[in-house]
Structures are given as structure tokens and as C-alpha cells.
């Protein structure tokens, strides 16, 4: 089974913060994305990466930025943390084929406060 | 840009119906579409993905159908049990990217 990890379930920082959230997977995708979810909002994507030190932004990358240094883990930073920035946060992680993209595999979220 | 609605926003039902969940999009040019479930404060777990050619996908009690042309997606749950209650989610892939445009859910309550 795919299995993608988070680095923690629950998380509470104060304005101004360095935040490092973590994502990791374990079955060898070229794919991870970052997307973040808040009530009457849905889920919006933040960055995705499709190889490793590449990145692209999504639709909401303002005051985010990422790191993927290895296959299997892509990182989400906060500068400076805001209380706009308190919500879940989503990873996830696909595979590119020949036949094309496949399924996209989430982790379990982090939910951040930031206080 | 591309807009995803699911309708209803929420629906109860007893426990034995049969149910189905709608999706729409704006933009006919997707790359697949993948149905997800969500319980309460946790990630998704996808259920279904249908390919941009294909119509439809099965999964034991699911049956996810795919009209491109018209932009419309359906969940077909049979045999509905309390086990199913939670959000459905529909995600339709970016056929200039990699990534999902998601619709904000469906929130089923099956009673016992």
C-alpha cells in the first residue's frame, strides 16, 4: 500500500514563526503536492514538485515556500507565520506514467494554529 | 479557470438506500477525475479514478460515471450502510498540469 506520513497531526505556533511541515512517501513517486483546506474554502493547492529541487507554484503559494531535496520527501515552510495561514494541510503524492497520471495519495494532514 | 460543484452540500439517508452524489465542471479539457472520502478531521482516502477516456470505474458498492461533454461526474453508492458517513470529495485533474481542482464535498449521513 502507498503510504504517505506527516510529520505531525497537530501543530500550534505564534505569529512570526519559521514553520517546517514535512511530508514523506514511500513508494517512489515523482509527484508530491502541497494543497491546504479550510471550511467553505475546499482544498487549494499551495506548490507541487515533479522531480526532485523542482517545484511549481499552485493557486495560493503567497507566504509559503518548499524544499524537496529527496524523492521521497517534500517540505512545506511558512516564513513568518500568520493566523491567516491556521488551517489543515494536506500532502499528497502521485506517480507520472507512460499511459499517463496516475491517482493522487494523500497523507493523514497537519492541522496547524498559529496563534 | 476551472470550477468543480458538488451537489448536494449535504444529504441523510436511511441505512439500505441507494445514493447518488453529483459532480460538475466548467472545463470539458480534464485529464481524469478521482472521487475521495473524508472523515471528520482526517486525509482522503480515494475511492475511484476514471481516466478522461474512460466512462465509468466500479469498486464493490461504487460506481463512479464520467460525461466529459456535458462536464458531469456521479457517485453511485448502493446499499448505502452507516459506515459510509462522511464527505465525499470530487477531484477533476488539470490537463495542463499535474494537479486537482477539488469540489467542496458532499456530507453523507447514513442512519442506522
Known amino acids: 500500500d502507498v503510504k504517505v506520513t506527516q510529520s505531525s497531526r497537530y501543530l500550534v505556533k505564534r505569529t512570526g514563526e519559521k514553520v517546517f511541515l514535512e511530508c514523506v512517501q514511500d513508494m517512489d513517486h515523482e509527484n508530491m503536492f502541497w494543497y491546504r483546506q479550510d471550511p467553505g474554502l475546499g482544498l487549494r493547492l499551495i506548490y507541487f514538485?515533479?522531480?526532485?529541487?523542482?517545484?511549481e507554484k499552485g493557486d495560493i503559494p503567497e507566504g509559503y515556500s518548499v524544499s524537496r531535496e529527496k524523492k521521497e520527501r517534500f517540505s512545506l515552510i511558512l516564513e513568518s507565520a500568520s493566523t491567516n495561514q491556521t488551517s489543515m494541510y494536506l500532502c499528497?503524492?502521485?506517480?507520472?506514467?507512460?499511459?499517463?497520471?496516475?491517482?493522487?495519495?494523500f497523507g493523514p494532514g497537519t492541522r496547524l494554529t498559529v496563534t | 479557470k476551472q470550477e468543480v460543484t458538488q451537489i448536494p452540500a449535504a444529504l441523510s439517508v436511511p441505512e439500505g438506500e441507494n445514493l447518488v452524489l453529483n459532480c460538475s465542471f466548467t472545463d470539458s479539457a480534464i485529464y481524469n477525475l478521482q472521487w475521495f472520502r473524508q472523515d471528520p478531521g482526517k486525509g482522503l482516502t480515494s475511492l475511484l479514478l476514471?481516466?478522461?477516456?474512460?466512462r465509468e470505474q466500479t469498486s464493490g458498492r461504487l460506481n463512479a460515471s464520467l460525461d466529459k461533454s456535458s462536464g458531469r461526474s456521479t457517485l453511485y453508492i448502493a446499499a448505502s450502510q452507516p459506515g459510509d458517513s462522511a464527505t465525499y470529495l470530487c477531484a477533476v485533474g488539470r490537463n495542463s498540469g499535474y494537479a486537482l481542482n477539488f469540489g467542496k464535498g458532499t456530507s453523507l449521513l447514513v442512519t442506522p
Open positions: 476514471i481516466q478522461s477516456s474512460q
Open positions: 499528497a503524492s502521485s506517480l507520472t506514467g507512460t499511459s499517463g497520471f496516475y491517482e493522487q495519495y
Open positions: 514538485s515533479y522531480d526532485v529541487k523542482m517545484k
